[in-house]
C-alpha cells in the first residue's frame, strides 16, 4: 500500500517498558501511568502487545490469559486500539494474532472479548478473524462501597 509507514509488533515486558514513553494520544483510553504499566507486564498472565511506527507507538492489544479450576483456560482481549491515522492497515489484526499466539502457548484454548452493540468496526473485525458473536449482559461496578 502506497504511502504506509512500516511498523513492528512486540510484547511489552519490564525488560522494554521504555517503549511506552512516546505514544499516540489515539492509541490508549488514558495517558499511561508508569507504576500500572510496570504492574500490567509483569503480570505472567497479562500479554501487551503493541504496534510501533517510527519509535512511536500506534497500536496496542491488552489480553489477559484466565486460568479456570473446572474448563480450559480462555484468553480474554480487554482492550484494543489503534491510533486514528493508523487504521485500515492490519494493524489490528496483527495485534490480535500475536496476543493470541502468545495466549495459546500459555496455554488458553478459547478467546473472548466484549464489544459495545454499536461498534460495527470492532465488530467486523473479531469476525473478520474467526470469532462468533455470543449475545450476553456484561455488568460492571466500582469495588468501593458508594457513599449514602
Known amino acids: 500500500m502506497s504511502g504506509v509507514s512500516s ?3 512486540l510484547r511489552v515486558t519490564s525488560d522494554c517498558l ?4 512516546v505514544v499516540d494520544p489515539d492509541c490508549f483510553d488514558h495517558q499511561i501511568d508508569r507504576a500500572a ?4 507486564v509483569a503480570s505472567p498472565d497479562s500479554i501487551l502487545v503493541v504496534a510501533v511506527a517510527d519509535g512511536c507507538v500506534v497500536g496496542q492489544c491488552l489480553a489477559t490469559v484466565q486460568r479456570h479450576p ?3 483456560c480462555e484468553l480474554y482481549v480487554g ?3 489503534v491510533a486514528a491515522r493508523y ?4 494493524i489490528a489484526t496483527e495485534l490480535l ?4 499466539k502468545i495466549g495459546r502457548a500459555s496455554g488458553a484454548q478459547e478467546v473472548w472479548v466484549a464489544v459495545e452493540p454499536d461498534n460495527v468496526g470492532a465488530s467486523a473485525l473479531y469476525r473478520s478473524i474467526g470469532l462468533k458473536r ?3 449482559d456484561i455488568f460492571d461496578g466500582s469495588l468501593y462501597p458508594r457513599p449514602r
Do not use: Q, S
Open 37 to 40: 504499566a510496570a504492574a500490567c
Open 97 to 100: 494474532r500475536a496476543v493470541m
Open 70 to 72: 473446572d474448563k480450559p
Open 18 to 21: 521504555g517503549i511506552l514513553d
Open 7 to 9: 511498523h513492528d509488533v
Open 134 to 136: 455470543d449475545a450476553a
Open 87 to 90: 487504521r485500515r492497515r492490519g
Open 79 to 81: 482492550d484494543l486500539g
